[in-house]
């Protein structure tokens, strides 16, 4: 029998409304570890004597880069971020929270919601390493947004589109890869039908099955 795995990492990259941040932090919560979100960029933040509004700056900057524009196939090299005149530039505080998401997953088992920490801990070659999409059909989400933010459905559908492009170009400018691509992900998951505790339940279920023991 192979031996079963202690240490893991959940990525999970999501549409908006489609539940994955819920997901996410109650699974954490479930498992007894970390969930990251924006607490990444706080972290960064603090670990880089960096104002946390430059890290947002650049996430809205992210698909309005000229070079990103001209030159599609172009992509920002992650690597060790640098201490320079260029510190603040969206290239170099990518790598900040980069550096930071793979001192995450190696100290600790936790769960990291977007910032492309799938990509970023593949790229690491990290074999504990279990990468989520959580999707949802255009009418659920808009049930969902009207709930939760108390707006009207034509509001919530400019709202999930809004996010979902700023998602996306930001997986874009910074992987080179789409966003919506299934083939970046191990587990894809449409939460149309089903509620979010089954959807945490097809993940675990998931694990179980990669032979990780939690």
Partial sequence: MAEMKKKFVITIDRQYGAGGRAVGKALAEELGVHFYDEEILKITSETSAIGEQYFRLADEKAGNNLLYKIFDAVRPVIGEPKVSDKMTSPENLFRFQAKIIRE???????????????YVLRQAGREDL?????YADMPKKIERIMELETVDAETAEKHIRKIDKERTEFYHYYTGREWTDLQNYDLCINSSRIDYSQVAEIIRSYMRTRGFDF
């Fill in 104 to 118: 995450l997953a190696e100290r600790e088992s936790c769960i990291i919601a977007g910032r492309a920490a799938d």
């Fill in 130 to 134: 279990v990468t989520i999409y959580v």
